[in-house]
């Protein structure tokens, strides 16, 4: 169950990183593509362990 949290976590963050629609995920406050986004969302956990960084590449 653990693990499963925090997959949902870093899918969650990684959604709300993206500031901009896209297909089926389409936000009210992002209603256009932005071609800054047409690469891969990369998710590491920080040296520290707790926090996860968020680079698009």
């Known amino acids: 169950l653990r693990n499963m949290h925090q997959v949902v976590s870093v899918i969650c963050n990684a959604a709300l990183a993206r500031r901009e629609s896209r297909g089926a995920h389409y936000r009210t406050d992002f ?12 998710l590491r956990r920080s040296s520290a362990g707790s926090d996860v960084e968020i680079a698009f590449e």
């Open 31 to 42: 209603s256009s593509k932005d071609v800054a986004f047409e690469k891969h969302s990369i």
